[in-house]
């Protein structure tokens, strides 16, 4: 086995490997490729030379690493994701289970991903949209993948004042007028219980609209 290229950039580094067989070219982060030429004391290359199984290796899991890295930046790029999201985004692009919580690791020690500042956007995202209420957002973010600590404190930034005119919206949009019989405001408040909001939510909501609506 071979070390038969090296080519070095600012942003990439390009190594090939062959035998008889072939070859492959891995890209690096130039950070990973010195670290690995160091261990490995590899300098610069001006012809083929012999490496070992162990470098191969080596060499590979850091092309891995770098891609997951990468791709990792890219999906965050694109709209909010929670970790388990990204780590599930990552191994379906081909990056192993390690490698995508490494990159998962780096990106949430540079602030790239930060669940509570990203939960609270889809959040306000949700709100603003959709106009649901804080129980149809709460579920809504644990099945992305946000833990409880985070999708607490997102929905504590909204103010309760935010939650009740989501809620009026809906009302003037599905309810106007507000049923008077019965059955009808039942089937009312059940179905805006399902966008995720209370009773009690409901009727402050209704008092608040009424109110507004006399002046």
């Known amino acids: 086995m071979y070390l038969l290229g090296l080519v070095i950039s600012d942003r990439d580094v390009f190594v090939t490997i062959g035998n008889d067989d072939g070859r492959e ?127 607490n404190e997102a929905l504590g930034n909204i103010s309760p004042v935010d939650w009740r005119e989501g809620c009026i919206t809906l009302i003037e949009r599905k309810y106007t007028p507000w049923p008077t019989d019965m059955d009808g405001q039942k089937k009312a408040y059940a179905a805006l219980g399902r966008l995720g909001y209370t009773a009690d939510e409901v009727k402050t909501a209704l008092r608040c609209k009424r109110n507004s609506d006399m002046l």
């Not at 891609?67 to 599930?88: C, Y």
């Open 25 to 151: 070219e891995f890209v690096l982060s130039p950070n990973r490729w010195k670290k690995l030429a160091a261990a490995f004391g590899i300098g610069d290359i001006e012809e083929p030379i012999s490496v070992t199984a162990g470098f191969y290796d080596a060499v590979s899991d850091a092309a891995g690493a770098t891609r997951a890295l990468r791709d990792g930046a890219k999906v965050l790029s694109g709209g909010p994701k929670s970790r388990r999201e990204l780590i599930h985004k990552l191994c379906d692009r081909g990056a192993s289970r390690a490698h995508a919580e490494e990159a998962a690791d780096y990106l949430e020690k540079r602030g790239y991903l930060n669940e509570t500042e990203q939960a609270e956007t889809l959040a306000r995202s949700l709100l603003r949209r959709n106009h649901y209420g804080r129980l149809r957002i709460r579920a809504y973010l644990g099945s992305h993948g946000y833990g409880a600590a985070a999708v």
